[in-house]
């Protein structure tokens, strides 16, 4: 209990520990940057340097976004300090393009005291702020070590103090009365509670015992189990195939079997198993195998590359759209003002330049949309991965000449939109495979949903070859997606072209609006 609990609170503290040291870093970033800031008008104040000028343009920008990120950073007790040192950096930033650069130079000769006054109390205002924020950070770096530091060291005495007890009662048990008895029993109510899921099997076959732990996992009775033969079992369990294999090579050739992977599919889901499996001897003669095995985690490696990507990329469209996107609309806007107000007053060349700039904006504003929905696919967040594929194949058919047809029975999926989106990745490079590796002219994507599995069929008629496909980075990256999602992929040539088929299982819940269930299959 006690190794339990240190190894519950510890990795707490020290996570809650590497978050503040986090926060503590943004701290000094975030007063490095107002230091710089208002270093830079000051420069510009006294000596009207246009260089700093520039420099407080960057850094407003950059302490603006820095803010807002610790903000999202910060815990909630203490949103409205960060909230406050926000709404100081906005007035400080409103004061010098307000007051200090509509002056330029001319402050060198009027107001300057009085500017540079008002300068350095906004300034002192916005720098205590800041170290404020900084100072109650480092305090609670330092109360979370102190806790931390003050645990480990009860933990280290209390495990100190219960070794000895442990050892005097290893010794005091050894000198007790029936000890195979005792550990007999003990060794029952082990197995017994153990979350581990263990089988006996004798060596006639037949099923002796299961604990709780395995009639969960497998779906299995111990009514119906105990007193089988595996043989019997299979026949009413044929999903327990795979299971029972290292119990025969345990039995048949007394191989030992050491946390061996396995994929087990239980009611349309997929599980990943680590099963071990020894022979049991008796009086020198194999008497059985018992076979232990526990639901292994998925891959972490893999799980935290493709969620790093798929947030990076989200992030990377949202900067794209907050920012450049922004900044066109500005100019296409501005563009249209000029040519509406002043249209007529502009000679026919400068109307038609300007007209080839906007229509040049436009065209840039959509090309950017266009990779912003490669980036990350946001419409499947706002309508669905169907009519998400339907827009991109739309824009593939024109940029690639080569046509896309969706099929499908259902417009609604029963899919999360995290899966929605690793489908739409498969996909995605499917039909980027098409391009690089092919000559086919069409491709037809098949959604076909049988009971709680969903098969998506990509083929194109790119013709058939001799030589089986070599998988690359695109198809290794297909797989990795399929497997992360609980799915399998396979792939081949059949039908006069190139076939990736994608098997998936279905999530609990509705198959969505009954709008949608009136849509049938659609084409592009």
Known sequence: MLLIYTGYILPQQLSQVELEFQRQIEYQEITSIIYHLTGAVQEYIIYGDAQ??????????????????????????????????????????????????????????????????????????????????????????????????????????????????????VLWAGTAARPLAAWYSCLQDLVRDSSRAVVFVDRKEKVQYLNPAAEKLFNLSRETAVGKNLGDILILYPHWQKVVQPIYQALLQEEKTVDCPLSYSREGNRLLLTVDCAPVYLFGRTAGAVLTARQAPEPKDGTILLDTIERERKHLSIEIHDWIGRYL???????????????????????????????????????????????????IEKVGLIPALESYSANFERIHNRRVYIFY????????????????????????????????????????????????????????????????????????????????????????????????????????????????????
């Not at 960060?82 to 010098?96: D, G, I, N, P, Q």
């Open 409 to 524: 029975s259902q417009r609604s999926l029963r899919l999360g939109r995290d899966r929605e989106i690793f489908i739409y990745r498969i996909i995605q490079e499917a039909l980027t495979n098409v391009v690089r590796h092919s000559a086919a002219t069409e491709v037809d994507i098949h959604f076909n949903e049988t009971g709680d599995t969903l098969q998506i069929e990509i083929l194109d008629n790119g013709g058939m070859r001799e030589e089986e496909p070599v998988p690359g980075k695109g198809l290794w990256g297909m797989k990795e997606r399929a497997r992360f999602i609980g799915g399998d992929l396979a792939y081949g040539f059949m039908d006069g072209g190139f076939c990736v088929i994608l098997t998936v299982p279905l999530t609990e819940g509705g198959k969505g609006s009954e709008e949608d269930r009136d849509h049938a299959g659609g084409g592009s």
């Open 52 to 169: 700093a000028l520039n420099d407080f343009r960057h850094y407003s920008a950059e302490t603006i976004k820095k803010e807002l990120e610790f903000y999202n950073l910060v815990e909630q007790s203490r949103k409205q300090d960060v909230a406050e040192l926000m709404a100081l950096t906005r007035a400080y930033t409103s004061f010098v393009e307000r007051e200090v650069i509509p002056r330029g130079a001319s402050h060198r000769d009027t107001g300057r005291e009085l500017l540079l006054w008002q300068h350095r109390d906004l300034s002192r205002q916005l720098a205590y702020r800041a170290a404020a924020l900084a100072g109650d950070g480092g305090q609670k770096n330092k109360d979370l070590l102190e806790r931390t530091m003050a645990l480990l060291h009860k933990e280290g005495l209390l495990m100190f103090f219960l070794s000895f007890l442990s050892l005097g009662a």
């Open 329 to 379: 609309s500005s100019i296409i806007h501005g563009l249209d003002y000029v040519l509406r107000v002043h249209g007529e007053k502009l000679p026919e060349e400068v109307q038609n330049n300007l007209c080839l700039l906007r229509t040049q904006c436009q065209n840039a504003a959509i090309d950017m949309r266009s990779i912003m929905n490669d980036i990350h696919p946001y419409l």
